[in-house]
């Protein structure tokens, strides 16, 4: 499958970097980060309308190469002047084309929460992107134990730093909300294929508390898409792949949330 792939060099890199720069010297950089985390959550909880994490992706297991050239600051002004509410940035490098640096320069280049989206496994992980200036994690339910879910939980609240919960079915949805996650992402794409279910998320939303905020992921490609899922009670939208395809992204996220 291709997610047990992805984990599997994760795990391997990460080993690396681990030796590279230990966990002690992260908390170094950590405490010299003059400001604190921005919220994600009170970026996206909008009630009454459906606000936007754009995410910075250059490729993608299933599509390849979506934008090889993109200009990260570029693209960042764009999200903003869009509309976004809130940033996600790829960091994985060998399945996603991202890196830690992408990370580092968003986070100087706008003043919008900034998520590190990758396949976080470790506090390490955590930590790295806390020192690296991200404002938020994702978490990925299926590539997580319980224990291990709800540690890494406790330590990005111990860092002030908020946690996009993803699930991708009803028993995920399940333990995302037993491990007492403020934010839950349904991803339509199935990351152990990479198959998507566009309608995936309007048949889970009733299975979350009402008090959660809930994001929308993957397949969503125009304003018709937007308006059903905010009709379905999903607070907000992650979308990658239409924004970083589209000639003026801007254009493109202002389009998406007229629907």
């Known amino acids: 499958m291709i997610l047990d792939d992805i984990l599997t060099r994760t795990r391997a890199d990460l080993e690396a970097r681990m030796k590279a720069r ?3 010297d992260l908390d170094v950089a950590i405490s010299r980060i003059k400001r604190g985390p921005r919220s994600l959550a009170d970026a996206l ?5 459906i606000t936007c ?24 002004s764009a999200y903003a002047a869009g509309g976004a ?17 992408d990370l580092e320069l968003a986070h100087a280049s706008c003043k919008l929460p900034v998520l590190r989206k990758d396949f976080i496994v470790d506090v390490y992980q955590i930590a790295e992107a806390r020192a690296a200036g991200a404002d938020a994690v994702l978490l990925i339910v299926a590539a997580l134990d319980g224990g291990t879910l709800g540690r890494l939980l406790t330590f990005a609240r111990a860092l002030k730093v908020d946690v996009l919960v993803e699930a991708h079915d ?7 909300v037993a491990a007492g996650a403020d934010i839950i992402g349904i991803n339509n794409r199935d990351l152990r294929t990479f198959t998507v ?11 979350i508390p009402a008090d959660r905020i809930v994001v929308a992921e993957s397949g969503i490609r125009n304003a018709a898409d937007v308006a059903r899922l905010r009709d379905a009670g999903v607070d907000a939208i992650l979308v990658g792949e239409t924004l970083m395809r589209a000639p003026d992204p801007a254009a493109a996220l202002r389009g998406l949330l007229a629907g």
């Open 22 to 24: 230990p966990l002690k």
């Open 45 to 49: 909880r909008r009630p009454g309308e």
């Open 53 to 76: 994490i754009a995410e910075f992706k250059r490729r993608s297991p299933s599509a390849g190469w979506i934008n090889e050239k993109a200009s990260l600051t570029d693209t960042v």
């Open 85 to 101: 509410r809130a940033l996600s940035v790829l960091t994985d490098g060998p399945f996603f084309g991202g890196a830690l640096a």
């Open 170 to 176: 009803e028993a995920e949805v399940a333990r995302a």
């Open 197 to 207: 279910d566009r309608e995936l998320a309007i048949r889970l939303r009733p299975s």
